[in-house]
């Protein structure tokens, strides 16, 4: 069964910076739409970025435009999520998926937490 492995959360202080990887073992991401979301503590899980698989066009969310970028590297299967300027709002576990989401390759997320 496919699942997404996102990793590279952790702690990080107010103004840092962070990069998210999310992988796919036998899942070719370049075929799809794929975007990042988040989950904070009793919130819904929202997207805030995400890059179309036919021009790697890039939209974000208006929380993060501006400090967080989306990238793909297809030679490595793999798509990136750049944190800079990060804030104590970005706390939150963090999921790709393809956009719109399939449900069934939702991974555990990886952990982002900001904080001094």
């Known amino acids: 069964q496919v699942q997404l492995v996102e990793s590279g959360g952790g702690l990080v202080q107010p103004g840092g910076s962070l990069r998210l990887s999310c992988a796919a073992p036998?899942?070719?991401?370049?075929?799809?739409?794929i975007g990042w979301f988040r989950q904070a503590p009793g919130k819904e899980r929202e997207g805030v970025a995400c890059i179309s698989n036919s021009d790697d066009r890039t939209y974000y969310d208006d929380s993060v435009q501006g400090r967080f970028t989306i990238s793909r590297d297809n030679a490595r299967n793999t798509v990136y999520l750049q944190m800079n300027d990060v804030r104590t709002e970005d706390t939150a576990v963090y999921y790709c998926n393809t956009n719109p989401p399939l449900p069934t390759i939702w991974g555990q997320g990886t952990q982002v937490s900001v904080s001094s």
């Open positions: 036998g899942f070719t991401l370049d075929d799809y739409s």
